[in-house]
């Protein structure tokens, strides 16, 4: 660990991301120690980055809306959470969780003092865990997964930070066997907190009058969280397919990547979200006719900003989860909620809900630009199996919903009003 933090202090030369973390650390204590009085009760959420936050927020709001009594501290590890949410209303204090040495773990409990912890899914850091224990914190780990070749569970690992946790709310049943195989039977299967998440966030999505000018009634593709492998793939064939409306929303939203983005399309008509949203389009352009006309005949519209994906999936009949040539694939149900099929890239196997969705038919996965094609063709040739596929996907999230409620009531010992 402290290879690990050296490592990270060097990296801050070539690095942006490593300079936000390491500087936000610098700032946790002092943060603490001005925000929590002695006196304050504290519930602490941990949450990796931006996806594992999405899981827990609900949980947060309920404790947040039933619990006033407590001030709750949100950590990061990750500046692309962090730096996205670190104005989130639903916490009093959101910093970044100091690199896991025994001395930043002791300092972080002794100033948090937490009467409970929740990690969201992933994250054990063993120090931090084996203080809360030694200050007898009620842990809980939520929306995890463990697996036969998991660390903890390997001839050489270390089980003992499992011991930190009073419950366990896992997403499946083999993690609950697992579990109890080890001798872990204070475990329940709850499902995944996220689908509570993504079926409140749709019933609250925007409308998107611009995105809706855009598809002007035709198929649309949407390319959510989109990297340079997936790109390689997808923009090859609607190069192709010009009766399709693509709408990209990059996961890195840089310049440079955009510029990279648009010499893939070869000719066709390119519009950015921002230049037609922006109040002064109309000194620019002219009036909102001319903009309703330009969005019709662009072919392709860019998601040049945050925030607006999830509601923008309403209006898609094919949606790609990008991140399946890299580390892994984003949020599956954020689209899959919406009742259209998902694709996506090798690197799945660890998502629980993508290897479900596969083995029910409302996900696919592709590998190369011929497993593309096969599955737009399949689509194409065949409407109907698209929308059979939507609503199988559809179907998985509103079967799935409850987790949130069945880890509060867990944890706090009271029921949910209304199952909300």
Known sequence: MYLMAFGAFIGTLFSKKLRLQIKGQAKTFYRLHKYIKKSDRVVWVHAASLGEFEQGRLLMECIRRRHPEYKLLLTFF?????????????????????????????????????????????????????????????????????????????????????????????????????????????????????????????????????????????????????????????????????????????????????????????????????NVEDNDFNKEHGNLENREARLKEADVLIVDFFGKLSSIYRYGDVALIGGGFGAGIHNVPEAAVYGIPTIFGPNNKKFQEAQTLLELGGSFEYTDSESFAKIMDGFIENPESAKAAGKIASDYIYTGAGAVQKCYEGIFGEELENNK
């Open 78 to 274: 990750s500046p692309s959470g962090y730096e996205v949410r670190k104005d989130f209303e639903g916490a009093d204090i959101v910093c970044y969780l100091p690199f896991d040495t025994p001395g930043n773990a002791a300092s972080f409990i002794r100033l948090a003092h937490p009467e409970i912890g929740i990690i969201i899914k992933y994250e054990f850091w063993a120090n931090y865990l084996f203080m809360a224990r030694l200050r007898k914190v009620r842990l809980y780990s939520v929306s995890s997964i463990f697996r036969p070749n998991h660390y903890f569970f390997k001839w050489y690992g270390n089980k003992a930070p499992l011991r930190s946790f009073t419950h366990f709310f896992v997403q499946n049943e083999e993690s609950k066997e697992i579990l109890a195989q080890h001798g872990f039977n204070n475990a329940t299967v709850v499902g995944d907190t996220r689908f509570d998440r993504v079926i409140l966030v749709r019933k609250m999505s925007a409308n998107l009058p611009l995105v809706k000018i855009f598809c002007d009634g035709k198929k649309t593709f949407i390319a959510g969280s989109s990297w340079g492998p997936d790109e390689d793939i997808y923009i090859p064939y609607f190069n192709e397919h010009k009766d399709w409306k693509l709408i990209i929303a990059p996961h890195k939203i840089t310049g440079h990547h955009i510029a990279e983005i648009k010499s893939k399309l070869a000719d066709r008509k390119v519009i950015l979200y921002s």
